[in-house]
């Protein structure tokens, strides 16, 4: 009979007082408990002769207490001098001194473990403040604190640990409970309940490991089973298609364009085509470095709906790519008579912008004023998510820049329409463990070759002491006709953040280049704000953009060949490629500065790889390792469930053979009938994900 599931009132030393605190953190359940992951373990096992001490070190100590003496004074609570047993010199007595709190047992006569740092007091005898302690007894298998790996906990206020320690000991050592295996788990992997025990209190770091490949594999297989489902889920859908259209009109749009597609591009155009002649739907991620011609793979994409009779839809991340890529579609599909419309937060009218045609809107938000027409584009943000876009033809959807959006907009959008293709873009390059979990439901197409003509971008990277010399290359370059990107991370000064803003620039640089026509571009703009200070830097009116991350993605000027990144160190590594892929754009020679003041010098190499390479899967899987998912495509938007235990960077073999056991499990038990706990689990890392990025 299995055991019943222990609460927390059940576990020794968890009182009301310490429940609350556990609340904080939380922990509520005893199933919260187990999966409270140490942030690290302390080697406490080896003793060290104070002969042998180091100052300043941290070490065990084994000895007897020659004398405990309360104290009377201060915040000092007890003196304790021990003498270890190898002990040869009165310099290698040792003090060791408790503040915080009486520890309990100690007195004459007793013998202890101690942990703690050493130091020498005025009279040359060693000193320890607060350490860990632990009462010499024979029961060797019952020490918490010292003798052993000691686990270190994340802790709130009024919870220590010891005492956080203490808790966990008793409800992974001593309380009795059930980890049941819920999947088929391949051989050689650790028990799953004595995975728990060995994760907390292991006694060996090769045994703590092969506790955490286990519970790290559980994580990677339920995220691999809600992916093979996905999958399987598109696989079997089917979305009917319309009569085979000819390629007359991407054909007639390809032998307009002033040069001729790569290598690349037509593989990725075949595998679309490969895609679309089939039942179910599209579901493609197509990778691409900067510049290497996503826009006009999506585009074909686009036309081929068209010609299919249905409506395409294209969403960007912010206004201003927006209206860029509508500028851009009207002067390469408006002479092939096909409509575009543009649909963002701003559009308060039923009428584009750009055509004065009607758009597909909801009136009142009960039925669409008019029906889209078919073959028709749509280019819009966000917007597009809402119940104000109707799309009752809708056939193709491109979302750009994938990663500034979330799972959750990606299946908003993909429900609009009759089960449209989808392919999303990025520019940013995806590590392998991402490809493998956020985008393991698409099929993947890498354009892994530049457009001939791209003019290599000079990275250079310099200390703020060095910001004369560049507004003097700057003057230079203005001076034959060259216009410049000017980035900083603020929008305004702030008194948390040591960093420069682009508003006090924007005024600080009136006076320090006076002759310079200088633009400023924040996303504090209103649309129509934005949209002219873009407008005038196309046009030539302003010859340098002061401006944050906004135009981080899209923004296509090609006599724009200067950049300077101010405060680069707070940038990461992908945000730096995406910014400086805005020049290099055009025929003229491309420089981008990095300025900044690194703490360490593991930041300055960070910076030193943008000069090294412009290769954006290198830069991607070093910026991966650096900061992790959460920081480079944003927590919310990441898609992941939070993992406790598994390690996306370095975990990459665990992963791929989870991906496999998934692949088969959901071959034999495509419903996992025979495994409702794995069901339960899947639905909970889809909740999960789902609503981190609502």
């Known amino acids: 009979m299995p055991s019943e599931t222990p609460t927390l009132a059940s576990i020794k030393g968890i009182g009301p007082r310490y429940a609350e605190l556990l609340g904080t953190l939380g922990l509520v359940t005893h199933d919260d408990l187990l999966h409270n992951v140490p942030r690290r373990h302390e080697d406490r096992r080896h003793l060290v002769p104070?002969?042998?001490?180091?100052?300043?070190?941290?070490?065990?100590?084994?000895?007897?207490?020659?004398?405990?003496?309360?104290?009377?004074?201060?915040?000092?609570?007890?003196?304790?001098?021990?003498?270890?047993?190898?002990?040869?010199?009165?310099?290698?007595?040792?003090?060791?001194?408790?503040?915080?709190?009486?520890?309990?047992?100690?007195?004459?006569?007793?013998?202890?473990?101690?942990y703690g740092r050493v130091i020498r007091d005025k009279k040359g005898h060693w000193l320890m403040r607060q350490p860990e302690y632990e009462i010499v007894h024979q029961d060797a298998d019952s020490y918490i604190h010292i003798d052993r790996l000691a686990p270190i906990y994340s802790l709130t206020d009024g919870l220590s640990q010891r005492i956080m320690r203490k808790i966990m000991f008793e409800a992974t050592q001593r309380t009795a409970f059930e980890a049941p295996e819920f999947y088929p788990a391949p051989p050689g992997l650790m028990a799953r309940q004595e995975a728990f025990r060995v994760i907390h209190f292991p006694e060996t770091l090769e045994g703590e490991e092969r506790a955490r490949q286990r519970l790290a594999y559980d994580e990677f297989f339920v995220l691999q089973c809600v992916v093979a489902q996905r999958r399987l889920n598109r696989v079997t859908g089917f979305r009917p298609r319309a009569k085979a259209a000819s390629h007359d009109l991407t054909a007639r749009w390809i032998k307009s364009l002033p040069f001729p597609l790569t290598g690349a591009q037509r593989r990725v155009m075949a595998e679309i085509d490969a895609d679309l002649g089939q039942g179910p739907p599209m579901n493609r991620l197509l990778q691409g470095d900067v510049g290497a011609g996503k826009t006009f793979v999506a585009l074909y994409a686009m036309l081929r709906a068209v010609e299919a009779g249905e409506q395409a839809a294209l969403m960007a991340p912010t206004q201003i790519l927006a209206e860029q890529h509508a500028l851009n579609l009207r002067r390469w599909l408006e002479p092939l008579g096909v409509r575009i419309d543009l649909f963002t937060g701003n559009t308060k009218k039923k009428t584009d912008r750009l055509r004065g045609g009607e758009l597909d809107l909801f009136n009142n938000g009960k039925k669409p004023a008019t029906a889209a027409p078919s073959?028709?584009?749509?280019?819009?943000?966000?917007?597009?998510?809402?119940d104000r876009y109707a799309a009752d033809q809708l056939g193709m959807i491109v979302i750009d820049e994938q990663h500034k959006f979330g799972v959750l907009q990606r299946l908003a959008l993909s429900r609009k329409g009759r089960n449209p293709d989808i392919l999303v873009m990025t520019a940013t390059p995806i590590p392998r463990t991402l490809g493998m979990t956020v985008y393991g439901d698409l099929d993947v197409s890498i354009l892994d070759e530049l457009p001939p003509g791209r003019t290599p971008i000079v990275t250079k990277c310099r200390a703020s002491g060095e910001l004369e010399k560049f507004w003097t290359f700057l003057h230079k370059q203005l001076g034959e006709g060259r216009q410049a990107y000017v980035v900083y991370p603020l929008v305004e000064d702030s008194e948390k953040v040591e960093a420069k803003s682009v508003k006090a620039e924007f005024e600080r640089l009136k006076g320090v280049l006076p002759d310079v026509r200088l633009g400023l571009l924040h996303g504090q703009l209103r649309g129509d704000e934005k949209e002219q200070v873009m407008t005038d830097f196309r046009a030539g009116k302003i010859q340098v953009l002061l401006a944050t991350s906004v135009i981080e993605v899209g923004v296509d000027v090609p006599n724009a060949t200067i950049m300077l990144i101010e405060n680069a160190e707070r940038f990461g590594l992908a945000q730096l490629h995406q910014l400086r892929g805005r020049i290099g754009r055009g025929e003229?020679?491309?420089?981008?500065?990095?300025?900044?003041?690194?703490?360490?010098?593991?930041?300055?190499?960070?910076?030193?790889?943008?000069?090294?390479?412009?290769?954006g899967f290198r830069i991607a899987e070093e910026d991966f390792k650096i900061r992790g998912p959460g920081n480079i495509f944003g927590t919310e938007q990441s898609g992941l469930p939070p993992l406790r235990f598994a390690s996306l960077e370095r975990d990459f073999q665990l992963l791929t053979e989870a991906r496999v056991g998934a692949d088969r499990l959901i071959k034999e038990d495509p419903t996992f009938s025979q495994w409702p706990g794995l069901r339960e689990k899947m639905g909970s890392a889809q909740v999960v994900s789902l609503v981190a990025v609502s």
């Open 375 to 386: 073959g028709s584009v749509v280019i819009g943000t966000h917007a597009l998510l809402y």
């Open 588 to 615: 003229h020679a491309s420089y981008c500065v990095l300025v900044g003041e690194p703490k360490s010098l593991e930041g300055w190499r960070r910076l030193k790889i943008m000069e090294e390479t412009s290769d």
């Open 50 to 114: 104070l002969s042998e001490a180091q100052e300043g070190a941290s070490i065990t100590v084994r000895g007897k207490v020659h004398r405990a003496k309360e104290a009377r004074w201060g915040a000092m609570r007890l003196e304790a001098t021990i003498a270890p047993a190898d002990v040869s010199r009165k310099e290698d007595i040792l003090v060791a001194r408790w503040f915080a709190y009486r520890p309990y047992g100690i007195k004459e006569g007793c013998e202890l473990f101690l």
